[in-house]
Each structure stands twice: as C-alpha cells, then as structure tokens.
C-alpha cells in the first residue's frame, strides 16, 4: 500500500517556468513533510519541509502549499532553471515511538528544465 | 547545516565476498541512523533503523543475516553486505538524525555497490 502518492511520475518545464509536483496522503498520523532533491548518483538532500499547521512555506524560489483538509501538498519551483533538473521526492514522517520517526517517500519525480 | 559522509562512494565486489559501507555525521550525533537501497529509477526503500547502542530493526523481508548493521557510537554506523551476490548490486544510502532535532534527516551521498 502506497502512503504517500505523487505525481506526476516525470514534467519537462522551459527555463523561467513553474514546475509543480503534488503528492497526496491518508494517514493523518502524518505530522512532518519534507521534499528532497536527488542527483543522479548522490544521496537526496533536503530542500525544504512544512508541518500540517501551516498551509504554505517559502524558502527562495521553492514553495510547499499544503492542504490539510484534502491531504494534499505540493512543491512549487519558480523561475525553474536547468540546474533544478533532478529527481524530487515528497515524504511524510510520523513519529513511531521512544524518539523515532519514520520517513515515508513519494515514487519520484524526474524533472527536466530546458533552455 | 548537518552533514552526513558515506564511505565508499562506489564498490565493486566479488560475488560471495562480503563489503562494509559506513556512515557518519559529521557535526551531530545522530542517535537514529536509517539505511536504504534505492534501485535505478525508483524511490528510497527503507531497509533498517539502527538506534545507537541497540540492535537494528529491520523491515519487513530485509535479511538481517545478509545485511548487518552496527550502530556503536553516535556517529557511526555500518552496513555490511555479507556473501553478496549480484542480485544485491543497488544503490544503498544513510541517513541520520539528532534525537533532539525531530523528524529532520540528513542523508549521505549513497554507495554505489556492484557485486560481479
């Protein structure tokens, strides 16, 4: 069973465009949802993260929209460059007991900006 | 920021020989370090969750007799693929986090292994 379902599975954006990826989950345990960025041949790295109590974050030119009513959220790339161009993947974490959590991850999504 | 250093970056080994990859935090004590395997063109499975000073627990279907991980100081962490053979050839990566930083990790750079 998928807990966190992202799409879509691959986008092609022009340079200066908006790249959007939404992933949506079920477990309302749910409490932390990160997105992170992966290179091909490297480890992801954090790019940005919300909690469900606030419904949209901004760090330069990323932007997580969160919907917790739909269970929703999505990552927004502005200005989109072909440096931006790697595999992104939403998670979601809940905590799993004495200190821990547990990071769920989305299937991925290959973004490519062309010039 | 937190920094995560994955050894060796690639590795190619003998089928039926044994290889040790390590992961360490760098500037934090990671009290949870995780391991996964990533195939090409697929996302993150979590293979293992290691508290430092404890025994890993393993996820459903992983062998904890194939991939044994030791997590003895709060900065280190290892995962040893014993007798492996090409069907274990992936793409393996940590992760870790601060006990008091909250769900936030950090992940390595991965390791490519390559088992002929």
């Known amino acids: 069973q998928q807990q966190v379902k992202q799409s879509p599975q691959s986008l092609i954006v022009q340079k200066g465009g908006i790249s959007i990826i939404n992933c949506a989950y079920e477990?309302?345990?749910?409490?932390?949802f990160p997105w992170y960025q992966q290179f091909p041949g490297k480890g992801p790295a954090l790019l940005i993260a919300?909690?469900?109590?606030?419904s949209e974050k901004k760090e330069g030119r990323f932007t997580i929209s969160f919907n917790k009513s739909a269970k929703q959220f999505s990552l927004h790339i502005m200005d989109s460059q072909p440096g931006d161009s790697a595999t992104y993947f939403c998670?979601?974490?809940?905590?799993?007991?004495?200190?821990?959590?547990?990071?769920?991850f989305g299937k991925g999504t290959k973004l490519s900006v062309i010039p | 920021g937190a920094v995560v250093s994955q050894h060796p970056s690639r590795v190619i080994c003998k089928s039926g020989t044994s290889v040790k990859i390590e992961c360490r935090s760098l500037?934090?004590?990671?009290?949870?370090m995780f391991w996964y395997r990533q195939f090409p063109k697929q996302s993150l499975m979590l293979m293992a969750t290691?508290?430092?000073?404890?025994?890993?627990?393993?996820e459903q279907g992983v062998e904890k007799d194939k991939f044994l991980i030791n997590h003895a100081s709060l900065t280190l962490s290892t995962l040893t693929v014993t007798s492996a053979h090409p069907e274990d050839s992936s793409f393996y990566i940590c992760?870790?986090?601060?006990?008091?930083?909250?769900?936030?990790?950090?992940f390595g750079q991965g390791t490519r292994l390559t088992v002929v």
């Open positions: 992760s870790a986090r601060q006990w008091d930083r909250g769900p936030e990790a950090f």
């Open positions: 477990n309302t345990a749910f409490d932390y």
């Open positions: 919300i909690r469900p109590d606030v």
């Open positions: 998670a979601a974490s809940q905590y799993s007991g004495a200190g821990s959590y547990q990071l769920t």
């Open positions: 500037d934090f004590q990671a009290t949870t």
């Open positions: 290691s508290n430092e000073g404890s025994k890993a627990t393993y």
